[in-house]
């Protein structure tokens, strides 16, 4: 087993570079992230046989490797695939006031 901290801090560090280096707002990042795991989360199962992944457990090993590939995955695409110069992240408008 993974230690949860441990991994929980490997995710975090890999989403937060990518957030500093602004080349995908973070809100496509999380639908691009959703997207991949939702179409390989199944083969992925298939390719391991049953009961092996404990889902949504990061010290999981299986689960990590998982989902480490689907962060990855959505990273090189943000990074390679002909991101956007410029983008404009979503952020809520704060109240002027009356």
């Known amino acids: 087993k993974l230690s949860q901290d441990f991994a929980v801090l490997l995710m975090r560090s890999s989403y937060n570079a990518l957030d500093e280096i602004d080349c995908i707002a973070m809100e496509q990042?999380?639908?691009?992230f959703f997207l991949?795991?939702?179409?390989?989360?199944?083969?992925?199962?298939?390719t391991l046989g049953p009961g092996l992944?404990?889902?949504?457990?990061l010290s999981d090993p299986y689960y990590f490797d998982f989902i480490s590939f689907a962060q990855y995955a959505t990273i090189s695409r943000a990074i390679n695939d002909n991101?956007?110069?410029?983008?404009?992240?979503?952020q809520p408008e704060e109240d002027a006031g009356p």
């Open 36 to 46: 991949i795991r939702q179409a390989e989360y199944q083969p992925y199962l298939e």
């Open 83 to 90: 991101p956007p110069s410029v983008f404009e992240e979503q």
């Open 53 to 57: 992944v404990q889902q949504g457990q």
């Open 29 to 32: 990042f999380q639908r691009d």
